[in-house]
């Protein structure tokens, strides 16, 4: 068992160690591969970065200028042009033509001739001036023959003077290495042969024997002396050759004979010094064309002269055999018009490729390759500014190396901070344009250093100045302000003897003012006495010197000072105008600093008025771009920031990103961690707050809690000031911040107070907005109401006083009344009214405050509010809000401020609710309160469902209307007769129409029978005839509870037929012949109808009457009359009706021609009855009714009508014939019977079918 354990143990620590063993070795072998990755990525052979050597040209851009040089460069056509001149400015392209013409065409050799710029070396005099030309141009003549003469290796030129360094190969090294053995060899055979000395004691010989054979040893020794010889030999002849090779290249340049000297002219030129060499090289060469590029940099003509003169010389040699061009790159301003001509043999112009003209797309475009993110780099960067940069660059390999720049830059000391693009961008052209500049601005100094030195210099000294001119005020205020108390006393003096003016006859030198009594000048003098006697308005009464009254001035204080022209309050205005100037003097200068240290250099440039002077003059330094740098904030104080890599130190890593960020213009959440907020505040300037980038929980309570530090050049009010006043334009995101913002230890209360002093019209939009649900704004206010001092409440909106009048909760808000009065006063003085209070939220002291100082609004809510508590001290429930609910209250002061408001009660709470429920005595008393116009009362008649018993209690009749519309009235005819005579003209209106057609009205009215006490029923029951509104049910029932119609006012234009045939069969309706004469005149077929219903009163009547056809035939026809009473008409009956009245004869035959007529004691007059005999048609009628009335006529009259019956038999009997046959009938056979009785016929005979008849002759006689 130990055993076991014991190997256990050391199994388990072998395992652990391989784990770690391994385990570092895959870390190791992981962290090796990760590198190698790195590098693999890194060196892929391809690079973001752009040469800055010459382009090479195609297609058309370089046709043109290759045609024109191709034909310069052909001796045939141009056999004299040797120095050609491509012309152009700065950077337009001409080294890039030259390089792309010499690839494009291999058939000329060229030899490349580039010139680097020297710096310009300062001097004083012109003596040193002209040794440092000489200088220059040597130099310059010296580059161009070593350019030239180093172009080939000294091999081709073996006889040049000019020593190269050469490069042997390891053969020729060798080779020499071995002949120098073979040499030393042969000296030694020689210094042997000569001196006898034995081969065998040469230590080398002896060596060598003991490992060659005998015969190659006798070999060598036969042979030595003759190799040696021919070695030494081939040793002179090379040495001798060396040596005329060195004497070939010495140059004489004097002679010395028998004592004299004899000298060689001598040139100071490079070029002629060297004129042999020159033609030597070309000569041995074959290159015939030489580019020279860049030579006229140096504005030095005279070179070009040598050049030309050089060029002269090597195509004038016989020993070249080659044409021999130079081409020159050089710049259109070298020379004049007319020495450029004369001096080249052929000008090529070339169109630049680039200007500050088009300069900007090409920069855009170069800059849109880069990647930042994955995005192209002009997302990030603003166009302005790369085309603003682009107007101050004409050269191509200047924006190239400015874009390889800002890609090396962007991601090397962008990669650990985010920086702002366009101030990197911005830094790197600034290293290009101005080098110099730049490198002095990395040490702290130069013209740029110099700018934001003086800038803070200048705000420095600006600040200085104005807290000079705040204390200047402030000792003129307080000068002020110990004068002014004696100035008020003086002129309240002055009011004093006034007093006594009126009263000079009276010997008087006290007054008396309401309850106070006893009143001397000392006492007059004092603040107290004028705020009461002021405020009370009441007499001054003069007194004795015992006190007694003895003058009422009728007049009070008030009064008297404001009969003064300018009044007392004007002239204390007066006296304190100068403090409230030099206060606002001091606001004014204290904006003014915060401004100037708020102020950044871009800022400067952007205000109107700064408030303070700083001037500088970059454009005489030619510092133009870096002006637009300053103005648009892409240099600006935090330029260090994009000149290296950044190190943390005295600031962390973290701060320092968020001080980029904020320099960029980017907002970091509120509850961003900062490392250590003093160290971020001396990085960065008030301005990187602005725009409300700089709310952040820790940054603010630092700066608020830290008032009164400094930061670097800036006050920690200053950046207060920059983070609030501008935060009006993100308001959003400064709501968020306050609603967000620790409220622990009163931390929100400090932050209003700076706000209210940085930008008050923050806490005004806060309270204002409408979307800060989120803000309690009940709390808010009441932390803006316990900082602010009374002095600033004018600083609060006006338009607050509607978003406080709506809280719910003002618990918080009414402990302000006790513990800070002056606060509470706020609401008094601004007239808050209260419209939304809680019911949850309020108590009955709340409640009484609030009553008692009338600070709610007079709406639904809040009145029911109001009422809920006058019944319950913890009411659960809002109470029903009516005026008589109101009335009913206990509470007078409520009562009083709602009868006072009466008017604005009605419309903001009674006419807004859906019903009203008031007893009629209140109802009364609102309708008939003049201070309510009708439209109001109009809506509250709408409102309630209350019915007044009696009309006539309102006193407006111009309601009348609105209540009988809305049935608002007890249905009663004394109401309906109120309102009928007050209508215009006594006129049945649609609105009583409406009224007595409602069912429950009109079976109310029905059961009314105090109809007949009113003068104007019959007017109104012609109103309600002739209304078509009133439906015929409606009418019947009305009249049937109306008395008999007095008077008759009916017009037919407003009558239908219908509603005449309803007052037709009323019963009450009397017979009278004006209307008869109406009915039959308007209704014609109604007449009959009207004589039928009043029979018996037609009779009784008096009234002469002539009945129309019309009535005639209606009754005749009517079922309603017996034949007896319809042989009453006869006496109306005449031939003229008969004639005129179509179907009256027939009418008359039919009823009268019956059997029935036989019992009438009916006589027709023979006119009518010939009349009716006209008709044509009822034979059997005309017989039967002759056959009644016969006994009543004459035979001469009998003789008539029977002529004119169309029965056979009886014309013969007409004609007085003794025998005649009539049909067989009844009708005939009465008549026979009746003619009988006449004694016209004396015997009947009835046979089949017919009478025979036979007259009396006697009759006839």
């Known amino acids: 068992m130990v055993f076991r354990q014991f190997f256990s143990k050391i199994y388990n620590k072998a395992v652990v160690r391989l784990y770690l063993y391994f385990g570092a070795i895959t870390t190791v072998w992981k962290s090796a591969f990760e590198e190698w990755i790195i590098y693999w990525q890194n060196h ?27 034909a310069g460069l052909d001796t045939k056509k141009q056999p004299k042009t040797r120095n050609i001149a491509v012309t152009g400015a700065y950077a337009a392209g001409k080294s890039s033509f030259l390089h792309s013409f010499a690839e494009r065409n291999r058939q000329f050799k060229y030899i490349k001739v580039s010139l680097a710029r020297f710096d310009k070396i300062e001097i004083d005099t012109d003596d040193e001036q002209t040794d440092v030309d000489k200088k220059s141009i040597i130099d310059i003549e010296g580059s161009i023959v070593q350019q030239l003469l180093y172009t080939t290796s000294s091999e081709k030129l073996p006889d040049s003077r000019l020593q190269r360094i050469q490069h042997h190969s390891y053969w020729k090294v060798f080779g020499f290495t071995l002949g120098t053995i073979l040499a030393a060899f042969s000296v030694a055979v020689i210094i042997q042969k000569k001196y006898g000395w034995s081969w065998s004691e040469s230590s080398l010989i002896q060596t060598t024997r003991s490992f060659l054979p005998e015969n190659i040893i006798f070999i060598i020794e036969s042979f030595a002396p003759i190799v040696a010889e021919l070695i030494i030999f081939g040793v002179v002849v090379y040495l001798l050759s060396i040596g005329v090779t060195f004497f070939r290249k010495l140059k004489v340049t004097d002679w010395t004979v028998k004592g004299g000297k004899l000298e060689i002219a001598r040139s100071d030129s490079v070029l002629n010094k060297h004129l042999d060499e020159i033609i030597y090289f070309f000569e041995r060469t074959s290159y015939n064309v030489v580019f020279i590029e860049d030579l006229d940099r140096f504005n030095q003509v005279h070179i070009f002269d040598a050049l030309r003169e050089i060029n002269s010389h090597v195509n004038n040699s016989d020993l070249v055999k080659q044409p021999v061009y130079f081409i020159y790159a050089i710049k259109d301003s070298m020379f004049g018009s007319k020495d450029r001509v004369k001096f080249f043999d052929l000008i090529i112009p070339i169109v630049p490729y680039i200007d500050t003209a088009n300069s900007g797309p090409k920069l855009y475009a170069l800059l ?9 780099a002009t997302e990030s960067l603003s166009r302005d500014l790369i085309y603003k940069v682009a107007d101050y660059i004409e050269d191509m390999r200047l924006i190239t190396n400015i874009v390889n720049e800002f890609d090396v830059y962007l991601n090397r000391i962008s990669i650990d901070v985010e920086l702002d693009k366009n101030k990197l961008f911005s830094m790197v052209v600034i290293k290009n344009l101005f080098p110099q500049e730049h490198a002095e601005l990395v040490k702290r100094s130069g013209v740029l250093f110099e700018i934001f030195k003086n800038f803070s210099f200048e705000k420095k000294r600006a600040i200085d100045s104005l807290n000079k001119d705040i204390r200047k005020n402030q000792d003129n205020i307080e000068s002020r302000r110990q004068l002014i108390p004696e100035n008020i006393k003086e002129l309240r003096s002055i009011y004093w003897y006034k007093i006594f003016e009126d009263g000079k006859k009276f010997d008087s030198t006290r007054i008396s003012v309401g309850q106070r009594g006893r009143v001397g000048i000392d006492v007059f003098l004092t603040d107290e006495f004028w705020e009461e006697a002021y405020s009370n308005n009441q007499h001054i009464i003069l007194l004795d010197r015992n006190y007694n009254s003895i003058l009422n001035t009728r007049m009070s ?36 600093i915060n401004k100037v240290e708020r102020c950044s250099i871009r800022e400067f440039f952007l205000y109107e008025n700064p408030g303070f ?17 300053l103005r648009e904030g892409y240099f600006s104080e935090d330029y260090k920031d994009y000149l290296s890599y950044f190190y943390p130190g005295s600031i962390s890593e973290n701060d320092k990103r968020l001080s980029l960020g904020l320099g960029e213009g980017r907002k970091f959440d509120f509850s961003h961690k900062i490392d250590n907020p003093s160290a971020l505040l001396k990085h960065i300037t008030p301005s990187h707050l602005s725009g409300s980038r700089g709310l952040i929980n820790e940054l603010v309570k630092y700066l608020i809690d ?39 230890n009163g931390n929100r209360r400090k932050l209003i107070e700076v706000i209210m002093a940085a930008n008050h019209h923050l806490i005004n939009k806060c309270m204002l907005d409408n979307d800060s649900y989120s803000l309690d704004k009940q709390a808010f206010f009441y932390d803006i109401m316990s900082v602010i001092e009374p002095s600033k409440h004018r600083l609060l909106s006006s338009e607050i006083v509607s978003v406080v009048s709506s809280f719910e909760d003002i618990r918080d808000i009414y402990k302000l009344s006790n513990e800070n009065p002056k606060a509470w006063f706020w609401f008094k003085e601004k007239k808050v009214k209260f419209n939304n209070l809680g019911l949850e939220y309020c108590t009955k002291e709340m409640i009484r405050k609030v009553i008692d100082d009338r600070q709610y609004e007079i709406n639904v809510h809040m009145i029911s509010l109001l009422l809920s508590f006058s019944y319950s001290d913890e009411p659960e429930e809002l109470a029903q809000v009516s005026y008589t609910a109101l009335m009913s209250s206990d509470n007078e002061i409520f009562i009083g401020y709602i009868n006072e408001n009466l008017k604005d009660f009605v419309i903001n709470t009674l006419i807004v609710q859906e019903t009203v429920s008031e007893d009629e005595e209140y109802f009364i008393d609102l309708l008939n309160d003049d201070r309510l116009e009708d439209a109001h009362k109009l809506s509250l008649i709408r409102k309630t469902d209350l019915k007044l018993l009696d009309l006539k209690k309102v006193k407006s009749k111009g309601l009348y209307e609105s209540l009988i519309s809305t049935h608002q009235v007890v249905p009663s005819w004394r109401n309906v007769f109120t309102y009928f005579e007050q209508t215009d003209a006594g006129k049945l209106d649609d609105n009583l129409s409406l009224f007595l057609q409602d069912e429950d009205n009109f079976k109310a009215l029905s059961d009314d029978d105090s109809l007949g006490e009113y003068e104007s029923v019959d007017m109104f029951i012609s109103e ?26 009916l017009r037919r234009e407003h009558l239908t037929q219908d509603r005449m045939g309803i007052l037709v069969a009323w019963d009450r309706l009397p017979y009278s012949k004006q209307i008869l004469e109406f009915i039959n005149e308007a209704f014609p077929k109604l007449a009959p109808q009207y004589l039928i219903r009043r029979w018996d009163g037609f009779h009784r009547s008096s009234d002469e009457v002539e009945l129309p056809g019309n009535i005639m035939l209606g009754l005749l026809v009517s079922n309603e009359l017996t034949i007896r009473e319809k042989s009453k008409l006869f006496p109306w009956l005449g031939v003229e009706i008969i004639e005129e009245t179509k179907g009256l004869s027939s009418q008359i035959l039919k009823l009268f021609g019956q059997p029935s007529g036989k019992d009438l004691a009916l006589q027709i007059d023979f006119d009518v009855l010939n009349a009716l005999f006209e008709d044509q048609g009822l034979e059997l009628s005309k017989v039967r009714l002759l056959a009644f009335q016969l006994h009543h006529y004459c035979w001469s009259e009998i003789a008539i009508l029977l002529s004119k019956l169309e029965v056979g038999g009886f014309n013969e009997l007409s004609q007085q014939k003794r025998q005649f046959v009539v049909p067989m009938s009844e009708e005939n056979f009465l008549l026979l019977e009746s003619l009988k009785k006449k004694g016209v016929i004396g015997s009947l005979k009835i046979e089949k079918s017919y009478i025979r008849a036979h007259s009396k002759r006697s009759f006839f006689d």
């Open 557 to 592: 204080l008030r009064n008297l000072t404001n009969s003064t022209n300018p009044t007392y309050h004007d002239k204390v205005g007066l006296l304190k105008e100068n403090i409230s100037q030099s206060l606002g003097r001091i606001r004014s200068i204290r904006e003014t």
């Open 1024 to 1049: 309600i005839l002739e209304c078509d509104d009133i439906n015929t049910s409606v009418l019947d029932g009305l009249l049937s509870s109306m008395g008999f119609l007095g008077s008759w006012h």
């Open 44 to 70: 892929d052979g391809r690079s973001s970065l752009r040469p800055l050597t010459p382009v090479s040209l195609k297609g058309e851009s370089i046709a043109k200028y290759e045609k024109e040089l191709l």
């Open 368 to 376: 849109e390759t880069i990647k930042i993110d994955d995005k192209k």
């Open 706 to 744: 830290n008032k009164c530090s400094t930061f670097e050049e800036y006050s920690a009010n200053s950046y207060l000031m920059e983070l609030f006043s501008r935060s009006i334009d993100n308001f959003n995101q400064f709501r968020e911040f306050i609603r967000q913002y620790d409220n622990e």
């Open 613 to 629: 002077d700083f001037s500088f003059d970059l454009a005489q330094k030619n510092l133009g771009p870096i002006i637009y740098f």
